[in-house]
């Protein structure tokens, strides 16, 4: 519709919309038992909320409620403040919500002393992770917290089975430890590099981390499921070999690397 359109052809056609739907949703019908449990639940305007593990319904309000009281999202705090119901923050503010994307239950980070935890690669690695979430649901975690689920003892790691498709948290802890080791080598070689995983439904891949034309990484995978370093001391040590080494083939190939 035109904006300079005839007056009454624009009253005729807002007035044909809500009858247009309402047809629609009468054909619609028919298809409701079959539609989604999401799709029923905001058919029925209700909003449903996605957890990673089953919750009462109690403990999502009161977190819910924490949120709403302490810190929205952007989005919602915008909403919340156009209607006088929350003060306006400033950008300052704003750049601390900042978080970590897992609601599971974490085991303390063995080792995790200050000195790994001020190693580049793994401050790197807690800045990813908390630039993830804008909620700050997990804001009074510790930095050892936040890396717990990367940790996988020995006992964890024979109580994951070989059988069955990667957790989709494994896949996401996978991703942004390459995506880490993808950042630290810009930051030391001021070049533009990226990673790409390839993992299979049955849990193995590669992983091929690039500099322009340089290929300076190519890792094949195997039980993705299983993905995890036994101490915080070994994921710094992985991580940070893993850059040195990317770093001496930029400067073996450097026309590669820049090309």
């Given at each position: 519709?035109?904006?300079?359109?005839?007056?009454?052809?624009?009253?005729?056609?807002?007035?044909?919309?809500?009858?247009?739907?309402?047809?629609?949703?009468?054909?619609?019908?028919?298809?409701?038992?079959?539609?989604?449990?999401?799709?029923?639940?905001?058919?029925?305007?209700?909003?449903?909320?996605?957890?990673?593990?089953?919750?009462?319904?109690?403990?999502?309000?009161?977190?819910?409620?924490?949120?709403?009281?302490?810190?929205?999202?952007?989005?919602?705090?915008?909403?919340?403040?156009?209607?006088?119901?929350?003060?306006?923050?400033?950008?300052?503010?704003?750049?601390?919500?900042?978080?970590?994307?897992?609601?599971?239950?974490?085991?303390?980070?063995?080792?995790?002393?200050?000195?790994?935890?001020?190693?580049?690669?793994?401050k790197c690695l807690i800045r990813l992770i908390r630039a993830q979430d804008t909620y700050r649901i997990w804001e009074d975690k510790s930095d050892a917290d936040l890396l717990a689920d990367f940790i996988v003892t020995k006992e964890?790691?024979?109580?994951?089975?070989?059988?069955?498709?990667?957790?989709?948290?494994?896949?996401?802890?996978?991703?942004?430890?390459?995506?880490?080791?993808?950042l630290a080598i810009e930051e030391r070689s001021g070049l533009l590099a990226s990673s790409t995983i390839m993992i299979s439904p049955e849990g193995s891949g590669r992983v091929v981390l690039t500099t322009g034309r340089l290929v300076?990484?190519?890792?094949?995978?195997?039980?993705?499921?299983?993905?995890?370093?036994?101490?915080?001391?070994?994921?710094?040590?992985?991580?940070?070999?893993?850059?040195?080494?990317?770093?001496?083939?930029?400067?073996?190939?450097?026309?590669?690397?820049?090309?």
């Open positions: 519709m035109k904006k300079d359109a005839d007056a009454e052809l624009i009253e005729r056609t807002e007035t044909l919309i809500p009858e247009e739907e309402a047809i629609a949703w009468k054909r619609l019908e028919a298809y409701r038992p079959r539609w989604p449990s999401t799709a029923k639940v905001v058919s029925a305007k209700v909003h449903p909320i996605k957890v990673p593990q089953p919750q009462s319904i109690e403990d999502v309000l009161s977190r819910g409620q924490t949120m709403l009281k302490t810190s929205p999202p952007p989005w919602l705090r915008k909403v919340l403040t156009e209607a006088g119901a929350a003060k306006k923050q400033s950008f300052e503010n704003e750049d601390r919500t900042m978080t970590t994307p897992s609601d599971t239950a974490v085991i303390r980070a063995e080792n995790a002393d200050e000195t790994t935890l001020a190693t580049p690669f793994v964890r790691h024979r109580e994951i089975p070989t059988i069955g498709d990667p957790d989709p948290d494994v896949l996401w802890r996978l991703q942004i430890f390459y995506t880490c080791a993808a300076v990484l190519s890792k094949t995978m195997r039980e993705v499921r299983r993905f995890g370093f036994d101490t915080l001391g070994k994921l710094a040590k992985a991580g940070a070999k893993l850059v040195d080494d990317a770093i001496a083939a930029i400067e073996a190939h450097p026309d590669a690397a820049r090309a």
